[in-house]
């Protein structure tokens, strides 16, 4: 067993299906996860240097000091999990708790005490500097939960089943607590960073798409110009209503104008602002004519920690595409 890179490790990644059938078969055996409605982080166990990081690499240290405090304490150095950072509110996962807390860093002490945050672990990359990537997860899985035994509250063992029915009840089940579907894993699979071995499976109260411009002050924006990727492009197929004030204000901290750009048109004419891709959730109720919305989109929320390429090109409910 090799010893862990110098290189930053990079996670594993999941490509969208549409249906539980849909991910059995996997190497080894198909395993099930819920998934978990938070932001994907990778946790480095260093003692006193222990950080977070988001999948695209930000630093995410200041904003959760109290589960940097406990993946120290419990998580021998040298350690790296993979998991999501969740936050609960009333028995529910809340996702816009979470993003306040990323917005709220200055004062994350109290943020930490009011709303305090879980790191749900589902993968054991490198253990005591000792690389695991290579190792099927079913093993990867038995040693993260030699690890877990006496984990504090702020930290725990996101649960796996291979058995089918415990799956589908939990994709039922959970859903009123705030998992929007499940991850799908072979129980013999390395861990692959930046591969797309995985597979899940979303409810579908919301659709992913990608929003590549704003109508309206990037700081206020109205609304979002939207598309799919297809081929490898960002194919525009509608815009979205009106944001409204309060969710314009959030979504306008992970808007990034692209330089050089300048403004462009929308489909209905007005100037827009183009911004660098920018994975954002719709409403399911959306209906689609010949590839394309038929009506502005209802936006939901942003989700920064995606990238385009995760979006389905051919979301439910595009019959016509």
Same mark, same amino acid.
């Given at each position: ?20 059938? /849909? ?66 509110? !009333?028995?529910? =996962? ?13 004062? @994350? ?19 005591? $500097? ?17 690890? @877990? ?10 649960? =796996? ?6 799956? @589908?009840?939990?994709?039922? /089940? ?12 072979? =129980? ?8 797309? !071995? ?9 659709? !992913? ?6 109508? %309206?002050?990037?700081?206020?924006? /109205? ?44 489909? %209905? ?27 502005? @989109? ?8 995606? $990238?385009? !390429? ?12």
């Amino acid at each position: 067993m090799r010893h862990a890179r110098e290189e930053p490790v990079e996670p594993a990644l999941a490509r969208p299906v549409r249906s539980i059938a /849909d991910t059995q078969g996997l190497p080894g055996g198909t395993a099930w996860e819920p998934k978990w409605d938070g932001m994907r982080v990778l946790a480095l166990a260093d003692g006193a240097a222990t950080a977070l990081r988001s999948r695209h690499g930000e630093d995410l240290t200041l904003a959760f000091p109290e589960v940097v405090a406990a993946v120290a304490a419990h998580v021998p150095a040298g350690t790296v999990l993979d998991g999501e950072l969740v936050v609960r509110r !009333d028995g529910r =996962l809340d996702f816009g708790a979470l993003q306040h807390r990323l917005a709220t860093s200055r004062t @994350a002490g109290y943020a930490a005490r009011h709303a305090p945050a879980e790191y749900l672990a589902f993968d054991l990359l490198l253990r005591e $500097h000792v690389d695991r990537r290579d190792q099927p997860l079913l093993e990867r899985r038995r040693a993260l939960a030699e690890l @877990a035994e006496r984990w504090p509250a702020a930290l725990s063992l996101s649960p =796996l089943t291979a058995d089918v029915d415990v799956a @589908a009840g939990w994709f039922r /089940d959970l859903a009123g607590t705030g998992a929007d579907g499940l991850v799908a894993k072979g =129980l013999d699979q390395p861990y692959r960073g930046g591969a797309r !071995d995985w597979l899940k499976v979303k409810h579908r109260s919301a659709v !992913d798409l990608v929003a590549t411009a704003v109508t %309206g002050p990037v700081d206020q924006p /109205d609304a979002l110009l939207l598309a799919l990727p297809v081929g490898g492009e960002l194919v525009p197929v509608g815009r979205s209503r009106a944001v409204g004030a309060v969710a314009a204000l959030a979504l306008a901290r992970v808007l990034t104008p692209v330089a050089g750009r300048g403004a462009t048109a929308d489909p %209905g004419s007005t100037v827009a602002t183009a911004i660098a891709p920018l994975v954002v959730e719709v409403s399911a109720d959306v209906r689609w004519s010949r590839g394309a919305l038929a009506g502005p @989109a209802q936006f939901l929320r942003a989700r920064p920690e995606l $990238h385009p !390429d995760e979006v389905d090109p051919d979301p439910a409910g595009r019959p016509d595409a």
